[in-house]
């Protein structure tokens, strides 16, 4: 039934003499009735008024046709919001990734962090030297593979442990604050020293790092040096084991720390205690990502460390125009000058910039001094200049010949970076690097035509 609308001014009144007889209070009611019908689907959104039938009886609306549901809130973790994270399945690597993801978190707190770790070729192999590798990636191969096919979003290196050439497409994403870049000797538990000069002649100590033998053959010919090989744990087990070869082992500084194992301490190995020069990138954290993946861009920048940055590229270049790895000797020691000590003036002062001359090398007759007491970090201090003081050095395999430089210059970005790191090595070679170099390679092939006698 059709109805007309009735407008207030035709609408009928109740007279004196009682209501009229054309609108009935049935009429009124249906009237109510309509207008209720028509005004329900502004007042009820879970129901539906079929339009040809405005006064339809209501009925629940299809699934499809239900109200959306309020948007989710900001800690979603679907697929835009998660970032997979690559790392070794070392207690060590793992414990690196959760300090990289625990930074990233304060800075994303909507961002849900999934951490991936996995065995690599270094981690299946606890017994080979390695130097007798042949692999440049024994660390990073496996998890490379996995950032190239998209399985996780970046991996956490230990800097060190990361090749200076990159596959195609893959890059260094950044690296964070570094940590304590010293080696360090851990005497055997219950032993009485405080230092190298406190072993006696034909002793052991473990390390399988070409570097830190080369260099304290230097200065301590008389010990004896074995592979020790194996995760932190497994390293101090085998030191502190009664029936052990060991006397001492030499190991990362920033690994003890970051396992609270800082008490094993005996001392703490640089250029002016043992002469010992740091591995490059060493106490160093890098991020590797893939080339143009600007969304992992964005989301790392709050946690690099510019100035550990550009140090790295120093130490990374340096090593990649040499072509050194894991198998070679190449020691460095960097070192951002206080603004009290700088070497070089600022232009401020009429003085140009540029490079220290290298000093000549002459073979080390005395062992260095040994001041003990662990370093702050020197990134942290306000007071620090853009000049960046180097040491390097390249050792031949006995400790008998050895090219080294002391050079400083003024770094502010990163190309300028590697170039300092290609103009170290030229002065390197300038000193017998090459020399070194084609001696130490010459001789792993013949050992290695020899079946490694």
């Known amino acids: 039934m059709a109805v007309n609308a009735v407008s207030m001014a035709d609408s009928p009144t109740q ?33 539906t008024i079929l339009p040809s039938n405005p006064c339809a009886s209501r009925q629940p609306s299809p699934p499809t046709m239900a109200a959306p549901p309020p948007p989710a809130p900001s800690t979603s973790t679907s697929p835009q919001n998660v970032i997979h994270v690559g790392t070794r399945q070392s207690l060590l690597a793992r414990l690196q990734a959760d300090e990289v993801v625990a930074a990233l978190r304060t800075h994303h707190p909507h961002t849900h962090f999934e951490i991936h770790a996995m065995a690599t070729t270094g981690d299946n192999n606890q017994s080979t030297a390695l130097h007798k590798f042949n692999e440049k990636a024994l660390w990073t191969q ?4 996995k950032l190239e096919n998209r399985e996780v979003d970046f991996v956490v290196h230990s800097l060190k442990d990361m090749p200076t050439q990159l596959p195609r497409r893959l890059v260094l994403g950044g690296v964070t604050r570094r940590g304590d870049k010293r080696d360090a000797l851990v005497l055997k538990r219950g032993r009485e020293g405080k230092g190298l000069a406190d072993l006696g002649e034909g002793e052991v100590v473990g390390t399988s790092s070409l570097r830190r033998t080369a260099q304290l053959k230097r200065f301590y010919p008389g010990l004896r040096f074995r ?5 932190i744990g497994t390293r101090l087990a085998k030191l502190d084991a009664e029936d052990g070869e060991y006397a001492a082992i030499v190991i990362a500084v ?22 010992m020069l740091h591995a490059v990138g060493q106490g160093g954290l890098g991020i590797e990502i893939r080339e143009g993946d600007h969304r992992i861009e964005e989301v790392l920048k709050p946690i690099i460390c510019e100035r550990s940055m550009r140090a790295a590229l120093v130490e990374r270049s340096l090593m990649r125009t040499l072509e050194g790895g894991c198998s070679v000797p190449i020691g460095i020691e960097t070192k951002w000058v206080s603004k009290k000590h700088s070497l070089i003036e600022t232009s401020t002062t009429g003085v140009g910039v540029g490079i220290k001359p290298a000093e000549p090398f002459a073979p080390a007759t005395n062992s260095p001094s040994q001041p003990d007491a662990p370093a702050t970090n020197e990134e942290s201090d306000d007071d620090l200049t853009d000049e960046l003081a180097v040491s390097a050095i390249v050792v031949s395999l006995d400790g008998q010949d050895a090219a080294e430089v002391e050079t400083s210059l003024t770094i502010t970005t990163f190309e300028e970076a590697e170039e300092f790191g290609i103009e170290i090595a030229r002065l390197l070679v300038e000193q017998g690097a090459a020399r070194i170099l084609k001696a130490i390679t010459l001789n792993r092939e013949i050992i290695h035509k020899q079946g490694d006698a």
């Open 142 to 145: 496996e998890l490379e593979v």
């Open 227 to 231: 592979d020790v090989r194996g995760n």
């Open 254 to 275: 920033a690994g003890l720390v970051r396992l609270g194992l800082t008490d094993r301490i005996t001392s703490y190995l640089s250029k002016d205690n043992g002469g």
């Open 15 to 47: 007279s004196q003499e009682g209501p009229t007889s054309w609108w009935s209070e049935q009429d009124e009611r249906t009237v109510t009735h309509i207008l209720a019908c028509i005004e329900e689907p502004v007042l009820s959104p879970r129901f």
